[in-house]
């Protein structure tokens, strides 16, 4: 029986897309200069760790530090997508516990569910920093996993990325692709998750009530 649910955080729970932009173009000028951000490139790599993402895209390690205190500047300005805030209410009224594993260091994470009024939902945020291998790699979904005390065939993973389906296709995890705010469907679909949803709804008939211990 399904009892947990791991959600990546960029283009899941939030539409975090038009403020990391804006992030990522200071984080560019500060560091390289003149010329537009290659934010396009960027964004083929969401759901990797920031470090990774520079050394894939060959820019300087030196932006993460400009791209980290412009995002934390703008967190408030990043949209919760509409209706996870039901769907989190929802499944912790049914019983669910939940977590993040996300692409974004662990403080950064929690510090935005924390302005967004969104962390009292999750039993643990988990970021690419604490653990030894980032998606797509299935150790973030595996600490998410130890934390809750829950077996892989207990859990989902919804994610917008390709790194998110196969993090948790390689941890034995449900691997749920969210639509909603993906820049990447073709290669989300390609990835072969074992559910897709176009909307925070949808992903309720897939996570009935959690029966209590002892009953059927």
């Known amino acids: 029986m399904r009892s947990v649910v791991i959600f990546d955080l960029d283009g899941v729970l939030v539409d975090s897309h038009e403020v990391m932009g804006r992030a990522f173009a200071a984080a560019y000028a500060e ?51 509409d209706g996870v805030a039901d769907l989190l209410r929802a499944l912790r009224a049914r019983g669910f516990k939940l977590a993040v594993a996300t692409g974004k260091a662990g403080p950064r994470a929690r510090s935005l569910l924390a302005t967004l009024d969104l962390i009292q939902y999750f039993d643990h945020v988990v970021g690419s920093d604490e653990v030894v291998n980032a998606k797509p790699a299935p150790d973030i979904v595996w600490r998410a996993l130890g934390l809750l005390g829950a077996k892989p065939d207990a859990a989902l993973m919804v994610g917008d990325a390709p ?50 211990p002892g009953r059927r």
């Not at 990774?52 to 412009?70: A, G, N, Q, S």
């Not at 679909?189 to 009530?209: K, N, T």
């Open 31 to 81: 560091v390289v200069g003149a010329g537009p951000a290659p934010f396009a490139e960027y964004q083929r790599y969401q759901g990797l760790y920031f470090p990774e993402i520079m050394r894939r895209m060959r820019l300087p390690l030196e932006m993460e530090e400009p791209f980290v205190r412009e995002s934390y500047r703008l967190a408030d300005q990043v949209p919760v997508v």
């Open 163 to 212: 790194a998110d389906i196969r993090s948790a296709r390689s941890a034995g995890v449900t691997a749920v692709a969210a639509t909603w705010a993906t820049v990447d469907e073709d290669g989300l679909l390609a990835a072969g998750p074992d559910l897709v949803v176009h909307s925070p709804g949808e992903l309720l008939p897939a996570c009935p009530p959690v029966s209590a």
